[in-house]
């Protein structure tokens, strides 16, 4: 008898296992926020669930309570959030995490896996509750926050169970070993097998998508015997917290120990860290910068740390046979969420003696202009504008942006401005800054310049716009590169280049798909081959080292 | 069509996968060296292929050969082996390397786990040979030499070309993707995915198994898409250098890059060192002690480190039912090879009451004399000790041995003796050291003391004996732990304890199954979750991470 919970969402689960072995496109979650899919009244209850949260604590009930209260989150939106989390002191988080372990153990691998199903069928009702939480917090225009927060993120996470599901099933629970000894009778033993999780994992988000950029840590650490710590960006914390409270609500109703699932909230840098370094805590998840990234790899011996951090993506341009839709599709990319996204292109790379195009030879300096021009020309109309570009996350970014326009970096091809979102006066809306520059200006556009700043990158020719990128990758990383060209060698070429450099490659994007989208069960979001990156959402490597197969033996009579 | 040897090998493959699957008896290479297997002359005439390599370079047509040869080997049956290798520029090692590894990429998964299977056939037909090799420069006794030198270690490297296979077999090469767009059209991509190796990959082989501890690592870099240099232990070259020349026979037969696979014979640490933190290097397997495994760890940071170091094992008696065979299987256990196994037991935990058996109540001293004399009976014939002990490998461990013998690490229950093996007269054969102490004694037993050396420890009670087994593989980590005990509550609470530890357990051990004996497809040698060992052979863990998939995608018309 399979446990109820996985006999309920079989078919959901052998969807989703049967998607990561073709990587087809599959999703149970549907993106569209659609009255006929999530009910007609979803969208308002949604919403009215989402205000429901604020101005007020939120509660969660957990372990450590020292009764203060913090209220971090600043929207970009300009709306005032003020809902008040309760500060947990951390060890007893890691002590009731740890308790909560062994009872986790015992249900399961299959009755892990429908609980986790549970969960994820559960959030996928929350979707408009939780978009309006990722959109407030981060800034995200909303059919984005809905898609990317609420959905997609779902879909990720099913895509963790699914790879934890497949390399736990492959464990036996039991076996008889029976060795033959010629006419004597056989050696006969009982062995038996059992998944025990490596520990408490720790699944630090990030500020701009953090249910997307978390749900994967948290359901692969989950689903293969772990208890969980969610230690939200101090930005976006209610996303995560309405996310942790159902996870908590679904394992009481299943007679287990909610703290296996708990959220810390903390203002603290110190405090993460004494929590990452934790001798319970066995693996971190990690998405976010360069320096604490490194810091976790660096000091977090005692654990598995799987991290995301920056790089520098980018497009060779060699040739094209499709300009306009090209230009359209690289404005798009650059545009979506103010390209404060980990997989948005910062460089541009063009040979110096242009490109040949379907309307013609075009000069570097018209490459660049048009491409200009087309950012201009799709963020003409104010409301396309405010609904792609969302709002500015951070202080940090608006800094680079002003930067960036000062020419600091480069010579000035389009200059940012701020646009007036009507529905929320106080946002921080910016349109992207488009700079030119020399590939010999290193400083300038191999470092990563998280927001809306491109560069377009003059090179000798297009073998040296791919050596160029095969350099970057390995030296600063990335997860997405792209190349426009209509040649067969030149494609060849840079295929190789992403197979020594280890990245995921997209070739002459011209329609409805862009270079940083990557979707789940078909996409493998990071290659975790190169410096951008340690791991990959998801594949067997993902989950397959969080979980460990503890064996005992005895003889039996044969 | 698949390659032609995967379709050679297809049933070797399909028994693997089906092993590593249900993880019940099976094995395709015989570890009876029996002529009706092997062949009539097999034994013969792998012995002359041994001999025809002493005393003579051993020539393997490597890159950046120096001129300089050494030869480094000393048998510890006192046998002048006077093989010398060939010193190679580590440099060179790498770049040819390197070199190497798109051709193999290209071979794709299929066809490099057909030519690792045809390399593991060969070295199969070479067992006699390889056995004679492992015999001379380890000290194993010859049954021991040949089942774990040659089908044991080929048992090994299959597991791990099937776990290998299996995983990559996951990723599938292409697919479209096609997403539905309401009443439009689909979007229509096609997607390739691309099985990268890492990187060079580094194995470092150990002097007392330079074949059962090199191939799994050897082999799950090899068969996802690695180069590999092996650098064996100094004292252990020949079983490396053989397999390391057959390997490359074949690969220059499949018109592939010899230099793929190479041996580095150094006398220099600093090499080593300079190998396993080279920037190409991407993977290191170690096998050895803690110092220089925790130094491989923290300071390759370029790589992923699978590193298999010391531990203490142990055996908690509580009670048991069959005394005398319990004290013959552990006297075999503590005499084998002279305890120069990684998964020998050091501690047996005994309560200071004494145990219950079905030779009625014996007291903590009766036990440690009980255990003494049985040891001196098993090896009371010269013949049988002779071929049990072995040699003694290191002059650290026999300086070990007489350090314990003269009861500075506690009570000596039973001496350790030099024995003279009649065909060998130079071998330095000696008896194991059995000695009493205190569990207080800690900076005795809770130290490996590699060999021969063990230590019944007196606990105040077995639920005492159980908590401090937990201390120490949480502690100094274990590959081992036993229990004897008639009580179903103490099995339990002692399985509960390895749970929590992350240590593999047998119980009742009284038959023909030995604690420090683990069988590959069956039997996960180290779990990879305390201190002994960060990896296992073999699992999925153990080879997900070895590879990388690179995708491209480009819209398709629908």
Redesign the interface.
Known sequence: MPHALLAAHQTLLDGALSA??????WSPFSEMPSPKVYGETAADDGKRAFESLLNQPFELNQPGDTGQRVAPEQSPYGVALNVSYPVCDHEALVAAAQAAM?AW?AVGAEGRTGICLEMLTRLNRQSFEIAHAVMMTTGQGWMMAFQAGSPHAQDRALEAVAYAW??QS?V?AE???????GKNPP?V?K?H??V?G?GVALVIGCGTFPTWNTYPGLFAALATGNAVIVKPHSNAVLPAAITVRTLRAVLAEQGLDPNLVTLCVTEQRSTTQALAMHPAVKSVDFTGGNTFGQWL??NC?QAQVYAELAGVNHIVIDSTNAYKPMLGNLAFTLSLYSAQMCTTSQAILVPAGGIATDQGHKTFDEVCADLGAAIQRFLSKPEVACAVLGAIQSPDTLARIEQANSGAWGKVVLASETLTNPEFPAATVRTPVLLACDEADVAAYQEERFGPVAFVVKCADTAAAIALSEHMVNTHGALTVGVYSTRTDVIDAM??A??RS????????????FVNQS?AF???HG???NPAANA?YA???FV??RF????????VES
């Open positions: 990561i072995a073709t990587r087809g496109y062994p153990q497949r390399e492959f036996p076996t008889t070993w029976e060795k033959p000894q050696i033993m062995k097998f059992e025990v490596r790899i660096a011996k295929t190789a992403t197979w280890k990245v995921a490659l997209s070739i002459n994007l011209t329609g409805g798909v979707a078909s996409d493998y290659t975790g081959g990959s594949d067997s490597a397959a080292n460990r197969v503890v064996q005992r033996r005895y003889h």
